[in-house]
């Protein structure tokens, strides 16, 4: 594919600006609340508007039902007479929005797209704007420009569009391993992450996993009354409290026996991340927060992407409304969650746990503890000829090199494909920082809009580039 | 006052005992829940009830107005001429009664009192069978007997009924200091207590007082995704539990600092419930659990009566619905009480808590404390004539000396009643363990119903017998 075709697609793309507005407009009003049976027909519209999408782009395009919201399933053959060795990518987003409550804190309606002007340029603002709407419609754009240019598209290419990302996921594993000779690739594509900065692209390489645990501390047989009981009788709030209280230490480090002993040595990763001189204070000053927390002797993003940890995510029990009730309850409960890092086996860990726990617990009181989900973490190799199309993607259109970053977070998605379909993935995201996913007045700089495509336009011809696979 | 009209007045109260147990159930038939609006009408019923009963037995009694529930006051003048050296004794009480739910659990309508067959006999099922309908019954139908005998009583007696006991006691000190003058009185005579057990009765000495506290501790300026801040961030959950949990050693001693330094030594009175023998693991079997827990080296009813204790009654904070949320919260809080033993003061132990929290907490977290009502422990003279009046009346009904007890929780009206009358009060209580106050199936043996009007009718007899005091 020579650069002259690259330049026209480029071209058709500038051209076509607000059109591929227009189109994002159009998707960001479907409200695709996945998660809330009462937007089931909307949800249902949109998946079919991205089917009508992808089948004039030259896609065999489907709704497939599962037990949840249908996948959209588009494949396309790539060039006429496609050479057999042709890269095939798999391209995975999701088609589903957070809902949009607390309505009253958007300053326009959540599923009538705004554009506004701020200090980056234009900016468009509703659910969904950037997760994942804005995002899929970046390769979708880029994806039409070359179909207009050439009829068809340098690699053969599936789209693959869930609509239960913002709930679960549930039906993702099933339909890919139902569908697994259907959805195989060479590799997997995905934008749902972020630059750098509005400057600086980034390829996400590290991604943490995570383990869910719901704890219950079951204590007397029945809700006590404390002045007849208490100072006497194990009070499970007392108790939990004490327990979970003890899982780290001075030094912010996990105290669970033998937790860091699987954690894969990062350093070559914390070495590159220094360069990018991430600025603590700031980072705390945007969630009211002025003191480093975390684990001593770390830098900020070795804690955020490279290091283990250990959060409480809620913890109830006893009376809890206003006033005073003086009860000893008969159980004590918190929902506990672990972000894993290379190296790390969920069950080994709750294992650790349930061992941890009994141990400090007298034997007349029992805890239950039950796994709502986990997943390991995941290290993409750092050096492919895939990423370094993307690399090569990215440097163009930003003139400057991607960062190779990691992601706190997981994304359940990845690790199932690559889990069930053997598939890295590249994760090559345009969001940023501030662009309040999942909060009130959700936006996207049109600015990434735009970059998004024309990366994604360079990727396409770059991976059409590649030499057959040895 | 001769022995022969007392044995006319016990005479009067086992020929009446029908009669008083119709009396009981007519009381109990009123849904006196003052706590609940919708029993307004029902609870202000249950006044009118006892003010008809008193005025019908001598007393100028009548309902008088609060901002809540209205009090029921009614004086008598004791024997026609009586002395003005002649004691006047204060009966305290309340005519509420506790939400009956969960009604499901009740094996008869709450509101239905119902006579069944047990070990001890029989015993009366009811909402407020013991707490305090059926124990407040015990001293009028005392009363009831000494005025249809002698057509008076035998000391100036003041009762005195409040309807907000379940529900804080919100009117109860405004009315008393309201009304010093007319409900001062030489003693307080309570029967919200119990037995020690059925064959033996008990004086309550010593009541723990309390301290209810909320906290908040306040973190991040909103709530924060796990992924993207877990490890760098404060979470107030984890917070929360790691100084909590730091309350309590591993003797089971509060760690705040001074906390224990002004307990008045108890010893003697440890040592007279020594001989009680008390029997802990049928105490711990009761609530299901096996294992001694609290201060070590203190024995059970030392534990229960004469410690101090620090217990979370409640925590909340972060996701507590179904499924997983993984939220770093920008808050997290808790409920904590402290039962007090005397010389403590709950000002200084706020304080305490205040600066043992502020030094395990980062500077950029901030706890919010709450006192939701205090007060002191109350040491009652072990040696008084009024006292002994109860122990010789005890005595005579039961056969053997009462035994003289602490009491776990307080009782607040009694602590209001000495602070601002001035007032000991005499608590002798004719329950039991097992008569599941505030639960489902309240019952009172119909036995301690007929030993405690006959105890009354003896103390009556007792307290009109006193020699002028000096």
Not at 437 to 457: D, I, T, W, Y
Request: hydrophobic content about 45%; overall charge negative.
């Amino acid at each position: 594919m020579g650069d002259a075709v690259l330049e026209q697609v480029l071209a058709r793309l500038e051209a076509g600006r607000d059109q591929s507005l227009a189109r994002l407009k159009a998707i960001l009003r479907l409200p695709s609340i996945g998660t809330d049976p009462a937007y089931q027909a909307e949800t249902r519209a949109c998946a079919e508007w991205l089917v009508a999408e992808l089948a004039g782009l030259g896609f065999a395009a489907s709704l497939r039902p599962t037990t949840g919201q249908p996948m959209v399933v588009a494949h396309h053959p790539g060039p006429p007479g496609a050479d057999a060795n042709l890269p095939h990518v798999l391209y995975y987003g999701h088609y589903d929005v957070q809902p949009a409550e607390p309505l009253e804190l958007w300053t326009s309606p959540p599923f009538e797209p705004r554009v506004v002007e701020a200090e980056h340029g234009p900016r468009i603002v509703a659910r969904g704007a950037v997760d994942d709407k804005g995002q899929l419609m970046t390769f979708i754009e880029a994806m039409r420009a070359w179909h207009g240019v050439t009829g068809s598209l340098p690699v053969r290419v599936t789209v693959f569009l869930e609509g239960e990302e913002e709930s679960g996921s549930t039906s993702l594993e099933p339909f890919l391993a139902a569908h697994r000779d259907e959805l195989r690739a060479d590799v997997c594509v995905v934008s749902d992450t972020g630059l750098w900065d509005i400057d600086t692209p980034a390829l996400a390489t590290l991604l943490r996993g995570l383990m869910y645990l719901e704890l219950t501390l079951h204590g007397p047989s029945h809700d006590l009354h404390s002045g007849l009981y208490g100072g006497a009788v194990a009070n499970p709030l007392n108790l939990l409290t004490r327990i979970l209280g003890q899982l780290h230490d001075e030094a912010g480090r996990v105290q669970l026996p033998g937790f860091y002993d699987d954690c894969v040595d990062l350093s070559a990763e914390a070495a590159e991340w220094a360069a990018l001189a991430a600025d603590e204070p700031a980072f705390l000053a945007s969630v009211g927060l002025q003191v480093p927390h975390g684990e001593a002797g770390r830098s900020l993003l070795e804690r955020l992407w490279a290091r283990p940890t250990c959060d409480l995510n809620g913890v109830w029990g006893g009376y809890t409304g206003p006033g005073s009730k003086t009860v000893i309850p008969a159980k004590a409960s918190a929902k506990l969650s672990f972000r894993l890092v290379p190296g790390q086996a969920p069950a080994k860990i709750q294992a650790s746990l349930a061992r941890f726990l009994a141990a400090r617990t007298p034997p007349d009181c029992r805890w239950q503890i039950d796994n709502l989900g986990s997943g390991p973490a995941l290290r993409m190799p750092r050096e492919s000829r895939y990423l370094r199309a993307a690399q090569a993607a990215l440097a163009q259109t930003f003139g400057r090199p991607a960062v190779m970053i990691g992601m706190g977070g997981s994304i359940p998605a990845i690790e199932a494909i690559k889990r069930l379909l053997g598939m890295d993935s590249i994760l090559m995201g345009f969001g940023l920082i501030d662009d309040r996913v999942h909060s009130p007045n959700e936006k996207f700089e049109l600015r990434c809009f735009h970059q998004g495509m024309r990366a994604h336009a360079r990727l396409l011809a770059e991976l059409g580039a590649l030499p057959p696979a040895s």
